[in-house]
C-alpha cells in the first residue's frame, strides 16, 4: 500500500502528488542555480547575461507558479515535510535579496555618474521576497 494514501483507489493521486513535489524541487533548485548564475554575472557588470538570466528567471517562476497551483489543489500528506521546499525557497529569497542589493546599487552607481549595468531592478521585492515562499508555507502547514 501507498503511505500516500488511504488506498488503492488514491494511488494514482498519491503519485500525482509525489510526482508535483518532485517537479517543484526540481524547479527550486534550478532557481538556486538560476540566481547564483545572476549573482555571478551582476558581480562581474555582464549585462547580456544578466538580462538573459532575468528572463530565464521569469520563465522559471511561472513554472513554478503553475507547479503550486497544482499542489494547492491537494491536501499535503503530514508524512512528509516541507522542509526540502522551505529551505530551498528561502535560499532563493536570500539570493534575490542579495542580487537585489548588487542591483541597486548598480542603479546607485548610474544615478552618481558612475558607470553601472544599465538595467531596471524590476523583479526585487522586499528582501527579495516574493510570493511563492508564502504559498509553500502555506501548503505545508494545511
Known amino acids: 500500500m501507498n503511505t500516500l494514501s488511504g488506498g488503492n ?13 518532485e517537479r517543484s ?14 549573482h555571478k554575472a551582476l558581480r562581474g557588470g555582464d549585462v547580456a547575461a544578466v538580462k538573459h538570466l532575468s528572463q530565464e528567471k521569469s520563465a522559471g517562476l ?3 507558479q503553475a ?11 503530514a508524512h512528509i515535510p516541507a522542509n526540502e ?3 530551498l525557497l528561502d535560499r532563493c529569497q536570500e539570493q ?4 537585489g542589493v548588487l542591483m ?5 552607481r548610474r ?17 527579495g521576497a516574493t510570493p511563492l515562499r508564502a504559498e509553500v508555507r502555506t501548503l505545508a502547514s494545511c
Open 25 to 38: 524541487l526540481l524547479s527550486l533548485r534550478g532557481m538556486v542555480s538560476l540566481l547564483d548564475a545572476e
Open 9 to 21: 483507489g488514491s494511488d494514482a493521486g498519491a503519485a500525482l502528488l509525489l510526482n508535483l513535489i
Open 104 to 108: 541597486n546599487l548598480q542603479a546607485a
Open 62 to 64: 511561472l513554472s513554478l
Open 67 to 77: 507547479l503550486l497551483i497544482q499542489l494547492r489543489q491537494r491536501p499535503w500528506p
Open 96 to 99: 534575490n535579496r542579495a542580487n
Open 111 to 127: 544615478q552618481s555618474g558612475s558607470a553601472g549595468l544599465g538595467l531596471a531592478s524590476d523583479g526585487y521585492g522586499r528582501q
Open 85 to 87: 521546499l522551505l529551505d
